[in-house]
């Protein structure tokens, strides 16, 4: 048996063609693995470019990518769906629809015989002092409450046109910085400092694979990367955990 990761799907952008693309290489993944020897997968963040839930409103489309979510949840698989920047503002569509279990902040859990800290990774470690700030405000309930009264065609919209400012204005950090530069390696080490029984730390949110070891020797800091363009993930087994790039003819 196996346990699978992946994050930063960003479905939505940056054109419907691409996004639709996309959709069809994730859920061949996930069928394909799901068949084959799946026990679990952890989707860790960004799923989406953008995500909000009205009281009756969800966006549209992705019903793909749902109806295989769905398929697997039915089979008695487990998945576990973690918060990340782009869609912080899950509510408990999936959960009650779906029947994932949504996380909204990194745990620390025993997988086949190893101890993994998981989670998207934003706002963790040092530096980003803006964007931790920004967290806070948007964590908020009264900023949900808030932009929950705008209709969703505005509110969709205004989101989506923002973050494709912000991603057209920063391009990808395509090599790994080195330990004293990335955030989630500092990160990693010190929870690794305060638990050195950790194995594995796994976060998405960095746009790029890396497999870095720690300074222990020993524990691995395993970033996942993103599905616009590298299609990685990681496989878990019990001899270890994997970095991996998707590809259809597997």
């Known amino acids: 048996m196996a346990i699978y990761f992946a ?15 996309r959709e069809d290489q994730i859920v061949a ?22 995500w909000f839930e009205w009281q009756e ?4 489309g992705y019903v793909r990518f749902f109806g295989k979510l769905a398929e697997i949840a ?22 009650r629809e779906i029947g994932v279990t949504l996380h909204r902040r990194p745990v620390t859990v025993e997988l086949l015989g190893h101890r993994l800290l998981i989670g998207h990774g934003d706002g963790l470690g040092p530096g980003d002092h803006g964007y931790k700030r920004l967290k806070r405000l948007f964590q908020a309930r009264w900023a949900r409450w808030l932009y929950g009264r705008l209709h969703p065609n505005l ?15 920063q391009p990808p950090e395509d ?40 300074s222990n020797g020993k524990a691995r800091y395993l970033n996942l990367g ?8 990681v496989r878990l087994t019990t001899g270890g955990a994997e970095l991996r790039c998707w590809n259809t003819a597997e």
């Open 226 to 233: 993103e599905w616009l363009h590298y299609r990685s993930y």
């Open 155 to 169: 509110a969709m919209g205004v989101a989506l046109y923002f973050s494709g400012k912000s991603r057209s204005s």
């Open 175 to 214: 090599e790994f910085l080195g330990a004293d530069r990335e955030w989630l390696v500092a990160y990693s080490e010190r929870k690794l400092a305060a638990d050195p029984t950790l194995n594995y730390c796994i976060f998405g949110h960095r746009h790029l694979p890396i497999d870095h070891l720690l």
């Open 57 to 60: 409103v969800v966006p549209r």
């Open 7 to 21: 994050s930063d799907f960003h479905l939505g952008v940056p054109a419907a063609v691409s996004s639709r693309e």
């Open 74 to 95: 039915d089979a008695g698989i487990a998945i576990h769906v973690f918060t990340g920047n782009h869609d912080m503002w899950f509510g408990d569509y999936l959960e």
């Open 29 to 50: 993944w996930l069928d394909h693995y799901w068949r084959k020897d799946a026990e679990a997968f952890f989707l860790v963040g960004d799923l989406f470019e953008f």
